[in-house]
């Protein structure tokens, strides 16, 4: 099936198949409800792949965004789950960009070795979702550095990670000029801190999630990443980072789905034919190709301006909001085009359909990208 006319990654994407090979899709179903994926992340990060993004002067890849983007796509696209993979892939950027020389030296060449994980982004709160700049965690400067008080929530991985990139209140709402100002960056390494409570979160999906509780966490002044104040800057290009990789992670579970079903369909047989044949059955698998084809062409318009250093925050929301529902498209067609065998576990169907539904509200919910669109992009008024 033609995906893409994307032949320059040929060679990372074979490299990237070849190390899902070995992660089945038994792999995945074993994982099932809550285990995280400690080897399939051993072995992605020991072919180099997770520290893709780090420079190679710190040990990584040096790879552009669309490179990453792709190696996250040929992750979904083999069945696996890269949830696992993106967060380091995105926070990382944010001490590349931001952070001291020392802290740069100090933390990229051990995330890239595989010896220090990144992959905890302390942002959201009970009561602050989207609206990042009503978050009420505070950091306040004592001699030792920073004591921190607070909560967040959908923190995935903090379970399975060293550091988190934390962003926290250091000056209040109601005395900053902007809702932006007073938000600052920190590095903490959650191994040689305490007051920190991490407790998993249930959900439909094996996300590894959590609730963080911060506790008079006492961080050193060198924890902070550039100044204090400007962290809801610092984060920004980090957030279309993340949508265009997300957007990649949708496309291969999109791809993965359209397979699967596409092959169940040209091998079932009822009423003396293959189920492909008939249209309800044809059509909206069909749709949900081209709607593929479609947001995987703005994917890659906004990565390319990502690379470029260009404003990409519209490509990036587009791609994200056109991904996420076509890949949803593709989860209905799949699980419509299996019946009754898309909801038994051994398909895959029923993991892959939850999964990418997951995409419809993070890491920004698609209506929210159609306020952002309606207002910056066609200057319509302010509809929240």
């Keep these: ?59 990584g890849g040096g790879a552009t965004l669309t490179e990453a983007s792709v190696i996250l796509e040929e992750i979904s696209a083999s069945g696996g789950n890269p949830a696992a993979c993106h967060a380091q892939m995105y ?69 399975y990670s060293d550091l988190m990139l934390l962003l926290a209140r250091t000056t209040p709402y109601d005395e900053c000029a902007k809702p932006t100002d007073g938000l600052s960056t920190f590095l903490i390494d959650m191994r040689k801190v305490d007051g920190i409570t991490i407790k998993p979160i249930k959900t439909m999906i094996n996300h590894s999630t959590t609730e963080v509780f911060f506790d008079n966490v006492v961080i050193p002044a060198d924890a902070l990443i550039g100044e204090a104040g400007r962290g809801f800057r610092y984060i920004l290009d980090g957030m279309n980072a993340e949508r265009i990789l997300i957007a990649s992670e949708c496309i291969g579970d999109g791809r993965y789905l359209l397979e699967k079903a596409v092959a169940y369909a040209n091998e079932r047989i009822i009423f003396d034919r ?53 890949s949803w498209a593709a989860a209905n067609a799949a699980m419509d085009t299996h ?46």
């Excluded at 990060?45 to 040990?59: R, S, V």
């Excluded at 931001?98 to 995330?111: C, M, R, T, V």
Aim: proline share 4%; hydrophobic share 40%.
């Design 274 to 326: 293959q189920i492909g044949s008939n249209q309800g059955v044809q059509f909206p698998l069909a749709k949900a190709y081209a709607q593929l084809r479609a947001a995987d062409l703005v994917r890659f318009d906004a990565a390319a301006k990502y690379d470029a250093g260009k404003s990409c925050a519209s490509e990036a929301n587009m791609a994200k909001l056109l991904a996420s529902e076509a």
């Design 339 to 384: 019946g009754g065998f898309g909801f038994a576990v051994e398909y895959d169907i029923e993991r892959k359909f939850r999964e990418t539904r997951l995409y419809q509200v993070a890491p920004i919910n698609n209506n929210l990208v159609l306020a952002y669109l309606g207002q910056h992009v066609l200057g319509l008024p302010k509809s929240y």
């Design 91 to 159: 926070v990382m950027g944010t001490v590349l960009r931001h952070g001291s020389a020392e802290q740069k030296q100090q933390y990229l060449p051990e995330i890239a070795a595989g010896r220090l994980r990144l992959q905890a982004f302390g942002v959201t709160e009970p009561g602050a979702g989207s609206e990042t700049t009503r978050i009420s965690t505070k950091a306040e400067q004592v001699p030792e550095g920073w004591r921190i008080n607070g909560q967040k929530i959908w923190t995935s991985r903090a379970l």
């Design 1 to 59: 099936m033609k995906w893409t006319e994307d032949n320059e990654h040929e060679d990372l994407r074979s490299g990237v198949r070849q190390v899902c090979a070995n992660f089945p899709g038994a792999y995945w179903r074993d994982l099932e409800p809550d285990t995280y994926p400690s080897e399939f992340v051993a072995a992605i990060t020991n072919a180099g792949f997770l520290g893709a993004l780090i420079p190679e002067q710190y040990g």
